[in-house]
């Protein structure tokens, strides 16, 4: 199910419209309100950089790694998600997603998303195959997560299931490779 309304997990109107320059210029995003955290599905081809009184994030194409990904801010008001094109175009992006637990997730590759949990997060535990093809960071009620496969590695084979323990209970997933993804996932309640 896809979240279409105003009230889903993010205040879109809290963040400015971003704008790109030409293609190796650094373009900026602005928030009303402070920026918690950024996380970026290319981390190497974006270099983002979070100004001190955290309301401005610049972002500098690496022309040599640049590919499309995302980008998703934590604010006061929610999560705020851009879509970056490899030229360094910027669009907002509102595909939002209701995940149950024992739900299948799809990650796409250099793109990051995130599970917004109805309680604070206190565990994260993975199965090998995710921990060797998965990061993960915490912040509160999010996890966001990045698939990194292994170019030229060996296949990993094996369960890819993904368990979170938060204070309102435990939720499982099975996590999927694919490029239909959400860049954001509302867990529902319930165990």
Excluded at 102 to 126: C, D, I, M, Q, Y
């Amino acid at each position: 199910m896809i979240i279409r309304s105003a009230a889903a997990v993010i205040a879109v109107t809290s963040m400015a419209a971003a704008h790109a320059g030409a293609p190796d210029q650094p373009f900026r995003v602005q928030s009303d309100t402070p920026i918690g955290e950024v996380f970026i599905g290319n981390s190497i081809g974006w270099l983002v950089s979070v100004h001190d009184d955290r309301r401005v994030v610049t972002v500098m194409r690496n022309a040599r790694y640049a590919t499309a990904t995302n980008m998703i801010f934590v604010t006061p008001g929610g999560l705020a998600t851009y879509d970056i094109a490899r030229d360094g175009r910027v669009e907002l992006d509102t595909d939002r997603r209701i995940m149950p637990n024992n739900g299948t997730l799809e990650l796409a590759p250099v793109r990051v998303s995130v599970l917004e949990f109805p309680g604070e997060v206190k565990r994260v535990e993975w199965t090998r195959p995710l921990a060797l093809q998965v990061q993960a960071v915490i912040d509160h009620h999010y996890v966001a997560l990045k698939y990194a496969p292994m170019i030229g590695g060996p296949t990993i084979s094996g369960p890819r299931r993904l368990t979170v323990t938060t204070d309102s209970g435990t939720y499982s997933f099975n996590l999927v490779a694919g490029t239909d993804g959400a860049p954001v996932y509302r867990v529902s309640e319930g165990n």
